[in-house]
């Protein structure tokens, strides 16, 4: 298996028809020294390609000199497998490695110490069983450090400020100076952001009962640096915009912080966005929408395109048609409402979180959309915020009294009511076994108060893809693509990769890159070429074909029947995958988990949800 590809600076690979490097005299063979699989490798920046640096599954990083053919450092600090190594421009003699052992480790080859320096320690925060798997710096301001790890949080670290922070505390400990402090912080306050798709944290529960495991596989920064891309393992991609942050769009805190007195357009009194504008006033006295529902010719057509494939249960097309016409319109309250609908039926991951966010987005352009409203109150039921639910559908009755007896409404609101009822009795049940509250209790106690504060101001993202399947390698790339990082690529779990539109996340094209799996996805830092590697023992190089050529044998056609088998692949059983993997078909796997289903189990009644 592949595990890492990287580009050379100074060299253009050329290509023939045939797929395979026309000058292959440029090749360099030499032995690493590592005892176990190569997950990572790069060139030190400014070395002329000639220092490159590993890291391996024999938890050791190596140095080499690629001229002389010789490995001139080695480093085995580390205690358990060295998944990636990073570099920055501005500081050509140091690099960074995340490892298993939960350290994020700083290289500084100028030192005469043949040892590291430990950046980062996540097990401070996260306990022993953190695993760091990825890491990149920002290619615009090389003092910002992203690292991934297993979990759903991403987090952004300024290394200067860690740094600062720790000369001024050795130099107050030389110094005899001491404080109150029982502890002294390896990471400062403000050196640190966490970054998270704002639908994760609550799914944890139910993905830990199915086996089901998060884990960022890959970051990487937009070449401009106001964006990271992240690869979340057993979900989707996601991008977070590092200049407009935004809260998740999720109640994050407990009820009684913010009674509904002190809710107005998402903000509680303690100051923290909750995302959520309900129940605020403007939403509940608002009768005349000041949104214009009329699109240019060219865009109704789009519409009334989308509005078609969703009468046609074709829900990602219609989805793709809405996206479309958003990224052209984005302040059209209507199409965000239609969007939202098509996300509630087709029930992929994280499908009912995007609707929220769209319900929200419609009533902010439109307060008097009663069918957001609605759907609003059915996006918080099924993410399992029961009471926030209530209050959204109540408040919807009082605003829409006409609907508050419709059999949808009656059927979502003994729904909430059921599940309110049930989640008391597990309430009730958890009081009475003393074992289960000790041992929440305990897990809780051994998250740092500092960690669960950072957990609760975390970002949510810009942008989501979904499509491929990333749940059997732990080193599963995405990347930006284009001369402006105009598209998003990332491997398959199906031996195909994606290929997504940024900005309207469209899916444009998926390949056949390998025969089992594709880990690998690098663009070339100047020319438009595309290397991918997976389980086959190649590398592929891939560019644009002119349009007079021949079909290419390796387009995947069905690209939404794809995407649909790689959702349904996510949720299956996880002894399922492995026999997936091993190349068994399994019956009956398209019925496999309630986000993979396209029956509807939503009853729309007398508030007719379907698109308008």
């Known amino acids: 298996m592949r595990r890492e590809i990287c580009w050379r600076q100074v060299q253009m690979i050329s290509m023939s028809s045939s797929g395979i490097p026309s000058d292959t005299k440029s090749s360099v063979t030499m032995h690493t020294g590592h005892a176990a699989n190569?997950?990572?490798?790069?060139?030190?920046?400014?070395?002329?390609?000639?220092?490159?640096?590993?890291?391996?599954?024999?938890?050791?990083?190596?140095?080499?000199?690629?001229?002389?053919?010789?490995?001139?450092?080695?480093?085995?600090?580390?205690?358990?497998?060295?998944?990636?190594?990073?570099?920055?421009?501005?500081?050509?003699?140091?690099?960074?490695?995340?490892?298993?052992?939960?350290?994020?480790?700083?290289?500084?080859?100028?030192?005469?110490?043949?040892?590291?320096?430990v950046l980062i320690d996540l097990t401070e925060f996260c306990g022993q069983l953190v695993e760091a798997k990825c890491l990149a710096i920002n290619p615009r301001d090389n003092n910002y450090l992203a690292v991934g790890a297993n979990g759903p949080f991403v987090r952004l670290y300024d290394i200067r400020m860690i740094h600062n922070h720790r000369k001024s505390s050795s130099q107050s400990t030389s110094a005899g100076i001491h404080t109150f402090c029982d502890k002294r912080k390896s990471i400062p306050d403000g050196a640190g952001q966490y970054y998270v798709a704002g639908h994760l944290p609550v799914k944890l529960p139910d993905y830990n009962n199915r086996l089901r495991v998060l884990v960022a596989t890959y970051v990487t920064f937009s070449p401009d640096g106001t964006e990271l891309l992240v690869n979340m393992g057993g979900e989707q991609v996601y991008l977070f915009d590092l200049t407009f942050k935004q809260r998740p769009y999720t109640f994050l805190l407990p009820k009684k912080c913010h009674p509904p007195s002190e809710v107005q357009n998402g903000k509680t009194t303690n100051g923290m966005s909750n995302g959520i504008h309900l129940p605020a006033s403007r939403l509940r006295l608002a009768q005349v929408s000041s949104n214009c529902t009329d699109l240019p010719p060219h865009l109704e057509s789009i519409k009334q395109q989308a509005n078609d494939a969703f009468a046609r249960q074709q829900w990602t097309q219609a989805i793709q048609l809405y996206s479309l016409?958003?990224?052209?319109?984005?302040?059209?309250?209507?199409?965000?409402?239609?969007?939202?609908?098509?996300?509630?039926?087709?029930?992929?991951?994280?499908?009912?979180?995007?609707?929220?966010?769209?319900?929200?987005?419609?009533?902010?352009?439109?307060?008097?959309?009663?069918?957001?409203?609605?759907?609003?109150?059915?996006?918080?039921?099924?993410?399992?915020?029961?009471?926030?639910?209530?209050?959204?559908?109540?408040?919807?009755?009082?605003?829409?009294?006409?609907?508050?007896?419709?059999?949808?409404?009656?059927?979502?609101?003994?729904?909430?009511?059921?599940?309110?009822f049930s989640k008391t009795e597990s309430a009730e049940d958890r009081k009475r076994d003393g074992s289960v509250r000790f041992h929440n209790f305990s897990r809780k106690e051994s998250i740092p108060e500092d960690e669960i504060i950072l957990r609760e101001r975390s970002f949510d993202y810009k942008h989501r893809y979904c499509g491929h399947c990333n749940t059997t390698t732990d080193i599963k790339e995405a990347n930006f693509f284009g001369s402006k990082g105009q598209y998003i690529v990332s491997g398959s779990d199906d031996g195909s990769f994606f290929i997504w539109e940024k900005e309207t996340t469209n899916l444009v094209r998926i390949l056949q890159g390998d025969e089992s799996i594709v880990n690998c996805l690098q663009p070339h830092p100047s020319y438009c070429f595309l290397a991918s590697s997976g389980i086959d023992p190649v590398v592929r190089l891939w560019n644009p074909r002119p349009e007079t050529e021949s079909e290419n044998c390796r387009v995947v056609e069905d690209m939404e029947g794809a995407a649909q088998a790689n959702q349904r692949r996510m949720n299956a059983d996880p002894l399922e995958v492995m026999l997936l993997n091993m190349g068994y078909r399994i019956t009956g796997l398209s019925n496999r988990g309630t986000d993979a289903s396209d029956e509807d189990d939503s009853t729309d009644g007398q508030v007719q949800c379907r698109s308008s």
């Open 325 to 420: 016409a958003i990224h052209k319109a984005s302040h059209n309250a209507m199409l965000y409402g239609n969007r939202a609908a098509a996300f509630m039926k087709r029930k992929w991951d994280g499908d009912h979180y995007d609707a929220l966010r769209d319900c929200l987005k419609a009533l902010t352009l439109n307060p008097g959309h009663l069918k957001a409203h609605f759907r609003l109150a059915r996006c918080l039921f099924e993410l399992r915020y029961v009471a926030e639910a209530l209050e959204c559908l109540d408040d919807f009755k009082g605003k829409f009294p006409e609907q508050a007896h419709s059999s949808a409404c009656d059927a979502l609101d003994k729904d909430i009511k059921a599940a309110l």
């Open 38 to 117: 190569i997950f990572s490798v790069k060139f030190l920046p400014h070395s002329g390609d000639r220092i490159l640096i590993t890291g391996a599954a024999d938890t050791k990083v190596h140095v080499h000199d690629m001229e002389a053919k010789e490995t001139i450092h080695m480093f085995s600090e580390h205690t358990n497998r060295v998944k990636r190594i990073a570099t920055a421009p501005m500081w050509p003699n140091i690099f960074w490695s995340a490892a298993e052992d939960g350290i994020i480790r700083q290289y500084d080859l100028r030192e005469n110490s043949k040892r590291s320096e």
